[in-house]
RNA sequence: UCCUCAGUAGCUCAAUGGCAGAGCACUCGGCUGUUAACCGAGGGGUUGUAGGUUCGAGUCCUACCUGAGGAGCCA
């Protein structure tokens, strides 16, 4: 028996079919059945008349429940009152496993039973457009690098040491002794951006900060490229193109998913460079100008790090991603590398979303000086005998070089116009959420 | 770690300190074009836990537990 995807269901008009799938919805009018079927690949409305059908089809009709698992054969024809949608005259149907009491109803639900019931709530079509999305600016995302001369050099999830000796790690037994689950492959990258000018990491990512906020997971996906001779502008224009590259994929492939999350999708269209580059000098003129017209609560400070709501209102002044750059070197890693005009600011870039998403990457250009970096090291009370091969690369052919992180799960809630990052990965790892 | 809010039927929520309720889901019946279908009937409860105030507590007070949102930190 050959089995047709929903998906390809407008190849087969008029031919007689089989779909293997799930019931996710029943409605009926006396002898006449309308059971909504999904296959992975999309969801069609069969119907049922019960003077066309067997007795048995009928009585499969009458007793398949939600989320049964069913076989069914039909004719696909186009809906009598809706041109473009499909329907499915149904001949056969056939209930491999007749499901009793599925959890989630057709009503409304909250957060905290919809998370418990993760493994099955992915089954629902909202969740089934994110997710989808979420793969679209994965395949983009590879694509861009693939396209560009990036080789693929993935870092190690187990490492010996912080990478920057600020954020929170997971400890984890390592025979006789201890590691820590990578909170950023940027390290390893610079190493491998020496040996092939450009590169790429796409991996996992850990931070074990107690963070309980809808902008945070504990695990989450982090794409890293680094590019060797890359000064601070060739970074962010890197960026910019980069993110325009996704955003465009998904315009491009994924309007169906994005109307049914109810995207404003013209916002997203505004994300082609160039994207504003807006210097933390002036961007903290902006905040202390808002707060004395009452437009923020708190004075900010030069020499302080944005806060989210910060990041809000900066980003609140543009219809694009903004590139805030040139932080002072004190509240930025141990590596970035200090601008020559003003040492006591460092040449990175964090580029905040849109409409509130706040920072969706980070990055800028490293130290590529051995006498500084070591100083830094010390700075900050680190092990240098944890950095030595770290501080080799600046040993051994040393040349400016920059890149930056990305974080998945905060793209994918950018492009969809989601609340809250927990929908954006299958199975979300937050603080006190381990299960399922 | 801190701040705020919330825990009542399987789910989503009502109930002035005075009889524990509705919709959905489930069971039964009705309906040949339904779209979270609809109409009728039925079963379904230790009101998060422990204590306190009161003639009387789902409701007020205290502690704890669980969850949500936010702060800090970050992508």
Redesign the pocket.
């Known amino acids: 028996m050959t089995q047709t995807y929903i998906s390809d269901i407008s190849k087969h008009l008029g031919e007689e079919i089989t779909i293997k799938g799930w019931l996710y919805?029943k409605?009926?009018?006396?002898?006449?059945g309308?059971l909504e079927v999904r296959d992975g690949s999309g969801i069609i409305?069969g119907?049922v008349?019960?003077?066309e059908v067997s007795e048995e089809t009928w009585a499969n009709t009458e007793k398949v429940?939600?989320e049964s698992s069913i076989i069914l054969t039909g004719v696909p024809r186009e809906?009598?009152?809706?041109p473009g949608v499909y329907?499915l005259d149904i001949k056969t149907l056939e209930i491999v496993t007749l499901t009793e009491?599925?959890?989630i109803?057709?009503?409304?639900?909250?957060?905290?039973?919809l998370?418990d019931h993760r493994h099955l709530w992915l089954r629902s079509k909202r969740q089934h457009a994110i997710l989808r999305v979420r793969h679209t600016i994965i395949k983009a995302v590879r694509d861009f690098f693939d396209d560009n001369g990036f080789t693929l050099c993935d870092t190690p999830v187990f490492t010996p040491a912080a990478c920057e000796g600020?954020?929170t790690l997971f400890e984890v037994g390592y025979f006789d002794e201890k590691a820590y689950l990578t909170q950023?492959g940027q390290l390893y990258n610079e190493a491998t951006a020496a040996a092939f000018g450009k590169v790429y990491c796409f991996g996992p990512t850990f931070?074990a900060?107690?963070?309980?906020?809808?902008?945070?997971?504990?695990e989450?996906w982090?794409v890293e490229p680094e590019v060797a001779y890359a000064k601070l502008d060739d970074v962010m224009t890197l960026a910019e193109n980069f993110i325009s590259s996704v955003v465009g994929r998904v315009l491009e492939t994924r309007q169906e998913e994005l109307k049914h999350l109810e995207r404003d999708t013209s916002k997203l269209e505004k994300a082609m460079p160039p994207f504003p580059r807006l210097q933390y000098d002036d961007a903290v003129k902006m905040l202390q100008q808002a707060h004395a017209e009452g437009k923020v609560e708190n004075r900010f400070e030069w020499g302080g790090?944005f806060?989210?709501?910060d990041?809000t209102y900066l980003s609140s002044q543009y219809d694009k991603p903004v590139m805030v750059h040139r932080y002072p070197s004190a509240?930025k890693a141990f590596y970035m590398e200090p601008d020559p005009a003003r040492p006591d600011l460092a040449l990175c870039v964090d580029v905040l979303a849109p409409e509130g998403y706040?920072?969706?990457?980070?990055g800028g250009e490293r130290m590529s000086s051995h006498e500084l970096l070591l100083q830094r090291i010390h700075e900050h009370q680190l092990p240098p005998e944890a950095f030595d091969w770290y501080l080799d690369l600046r040993k051994y052919g040393s040349v400016p070089h920059g890149g930056f992180?990305?974080?998945i799960?905060?793209c994918v809630a950018w492009v969809c116009g989601l609340e809250?990052?927990?929908e954006t990965i299958p199975f979300p790892r937050?603080l006190?959420?381990l299960k399922p």
């Open positions: 919805n409605r009926s009018s006396g002898k006449l309308f409305q119907v008349s019960k003077k429940t939600q809906h009598p009152k809706k329907e009491d599925y959890p109803t057709p009503k409304e639900h909250g957060v905290e039973f998370m600020t954020t950023s931070r900060e107690k963070s309980k906020t809808r902008r945070h997971l504990t989450f982090m790090d806060g989210a709501p990041e509240i706040g920072e969706i990457i980070g992180g990305m974080g799960e905060r809250h990052v927990r937050m006190y959420r």
